[in-house]
């Protein structure tokens, strides 16, 4: 399995500061989870100075998103089968196994939490662009192999793709049965319409 390349990280001391508070962060999460995580225990984690988080990230939540969403992006390879169907049903399983994983739990909570920041706005948005790009890739392929029409809305096919699965977890409580990637990818396909046009 491939994934597209990934998006630029900052380098030199910035990096190495973005790399040790997300590293701390994440040590924590796994100790406790996110109850009463606080700026001071990650910079001393992290060994950073709380001033230096503060300055860049201004709370704790934005710290836990970041993180989060950075794992998850490792969590989650594209798949290259040579067929988009079987792309997208790999696709869909990683994306189940990742919602079980406590971890994603805590994000989904906190993003549900904070929906309203707008200083989590961008971490979200870097996030499903990201995605995206991922569901671009898998588009891609296809077109070359004539398997769907050039102009596919890679990003609706995605929409398609995973918003049952969220539903599920999140509202209906239904299952994520082994089968259920299988089924998606079909109706993911079969979405797109003759004519290549988004998938309204």
Do not use: K
Request: glycine content about 6%.
């Amino acid at each position: 399995m491939t994934s597209p390349a990934p998006r630029p990280r900052p380098g030199g001391r910035s990096g190495r500061v973005r790399r040790a508070v997300h590293e701390a962060c994440l040590a924590l999460l796994e100790q406790r989870g996110n109850r009463d995580l606080t700026v001071p225990e990650i910079a001393a984690r992290a060994g950073v100075h709380a001033t230096s988080i503060y300055r860049r990230w201004g709370s704790v939540e934005r710290i836990v998103v970041e993180a989060l969403l950075e794992r998850s992006e490792e969590r989650l390879p594209v798949p290259d089968t040579g067929s988009l169907v079987e792309d997208l049903t790999r696709f869909a399983a990683e994306v189940i196994a990742y919602v079980h994983d406590p971890m994603a739990a805590t994000l989904m909570r906190t993003l549900a939490a904070t929906a309203d920041d707008p200083s989590l706005e961008r971490a979200r948005r870097e996030f499903w662009e990201s995605r995206t790009v991922a569901a671009g890739v898998m588009v891609s392929r296809a077109v070359a192999r004539g398997e769907v029409p050039a102009d596919t809305d890679a990003a609706r096919v995605l929409e398609t793709l995973i918003a049952p699965i969220h539903f599920r977890l999140l509202l209906s409580h239904g299952p994520l049965d082994d089968a259920l990637p299988a089924r998606l990818a079909q109706a993911a396909v079969a979405a797109v319409d003759s004519a290549g046009a988004p998938l309204d």
